[in-house]
């Protein structure tokens, strides 16, 4: 008897704590300096949607992604980033979905560039959400976190863009979805 493949991921995503990271949104331009967003203590979260997404996927990862125990606490022990209380920086990352062919990568079960942006944006806004209902909820200490403000800041999808990421220890993990 044959065993049933697992279905294919709609979504990829890759979480880092960090102590800080900060995101290149816009380059440097002839006569400006680059824009960037910046988070204190919390989550890098990468994501990657694939043909077949839809936005019925989006709670679900919303959820998984704020109540997953996979920030360390001042005590050492493993938590939420809403239980830390921590900020969320969300980077588009098409490359989560490549598959090797030969020496090179493709990215053909990637989802197309509209779709993309439009899961992402209700991303960005579900997490938001999530995040400011968690502090309201009491779930963390509170929306603030030795005086820098717990937020969630977001990537510009479909751009190029520069991270900087400072980090207590490799605490990186895989979410399909």
């Not at 993309?116 to 309201?136: K, M, N």
Request: with cysteine.
């Amino acid at each position: 008897m044959a065993e049933k493949a697992a279905p294919s991921p709609l979504a990829r995503t890759v979480l880092q704590q960090c102590v800080g990271a900060r995101l290149q949104v816009e380059p440097a331009g002839e006569s400006s300096e680059g824009r960037w967003v910046e988070i204190h203590r919390g989550m890098v979260i990468y994501v990657c949607f694939f043909k077949g997404a839809t936005e019925e996927i989006l709670p679900k990862m919303v959820s998984a992604l704020l109540s997953l125990r996979a920030c360390e606490s001042d005590s050492g022990r493993l938590v939420s980033v809403l239980d830390l209380p921590g900020s969320i920086l969300l980077v588009p990352q098409a490359t989560l979905g490549g598959k090797t062919k030969g020496c090179g990568m493709q990215y053909h079960g990637n989802i197309g560039k509209e779709d993309g942006l439009r899961l992402y944006s209700h991303l960005v806004t579900l997490c938001r959400e999530g995040l400011r209902d968690g502090a309201a909820a009491g779930s963390g200490a509170g929306p603030e976190r030795d005086g820098a403000r717990v937020m969630v800041q977001h990537g510009t999808y479909g751009n190029r863009q520069v991270l900087k990421l400072d980090t207590n220890g490799p605490h990186t993990h895989l979410l399909e979805f």
